[in-house]
């Protein structure tokens, strides 16, 4: 069963670049069939989604972080990365991970890791 | 961006009766595929979102059939038929047709 796992340090200073990675494991990364998503939600608030990457190297970002939004996948690895730079107290949240299908009858959110909380505190 | 307004935002319900959660978009969720791309996702206390419903009315596989969708243009509606303990919770709805995707406040489902 595919399973992801977001990972990263959990502790990030003001103005400095969040970076984390998810890994894809009992499946693989590279079959092409999905989009890679990445989300965040602040302790007891809503969930916002921050963008999404493609191993073709397509990505789309939310217009609200898109200007220190960077995403990617490596397929060697099998995963896939999240940076997020010049960050501050209001980017203290879990970011989570998840898989979106490429085709219509799967173009929904069913796999989401369990997410990581970053906190933004020097 | 398409706003999701949620109605209501807390719900007690009796446990074995029904509960019914709302969500409007601001505007049509109709994809230029013809596809309504709205989801429902649950997350209980300390968890992951959890996909429910997708295309409106779509459950995914192993999700109990007491959760059900519907909706068309841009009002929809997620029903419980028969609220259980482990349905305790916040509800999403989800809209995936347009750029950026974006999410209802939430509704938060307690046992009365």
């Known amino acids: 069963q595919v399973q992801l796992q977001e990972s990263g340090p959990g502790l990030v200073k003001p103005s400095q670049t969040l970076s984390l990675i998810c890994t894809v494991s009992?499946?693989?990364?590279?079959?092409?069939?999905?989009?890679w998503s990445w989300f965040r939600q602040p302790a007891g608030k809503g969930l916002e989604w921050i963008g999404r990457?493609?191993?073709?190297?397509?990505?789309n970002y939310n217009p609200s972080l898109k200007s220190r939004v960077t995403m990617s996948v490596d397929t060697s690895k099998n995963h896939f990365s999240l940076k997020l730079s010049s960050v501050t107290a209001a980017d203290t949240a879990v970011y989570y991970c998840a898989r979106r299908g490429l085709s219509s009858g799967d173009w929904y959110f069913g796999l989401w890791g369990r997410g990581t909380l970053v906190t933004v505190s020097s | 961006d398409i706003v999701m307004t949620q109605t209501p935002l807390s719900s007690p319900v009796t446990l074995g009766q029904p509960a019914s959660i709302s969500c409007r978009s601001s505007?049509?969720?109709?994809?230029?595929?013809?596809?309504?791309?709205l989801s429902w996702l649950q997350q209980r206390p300390g968890q992951p979102p959890r996909l429910l419903i997708y295309?409106?009315?779509k459950r995914l596989s192993g999700v109990p059939d007491r959760f059900s969708g519907s909706g068309a243009g841009t009002d929809f509606t997620l029903k419980i038929s028969r609220v259980e303990a482990e349905d305790v919770g916040v509800y999403y709805c989800m809209q995936v047709t347009q750029f950026p995707y974006t999410f209802g406040q939430g509704t938060q489902l307690e046992i009365k």
């Open positions: 295309k409106i009315s």
């Open positions: 990457s493609h191993i073709s190297g397509s990505t």
């Open positions: 505007q049509s969720l109709v994809h230029g595929d013809g596809n309504i791309y």
């Open positions: 009992s499946g693989s990364i590279s079959s092409g069939n999905y989009y």
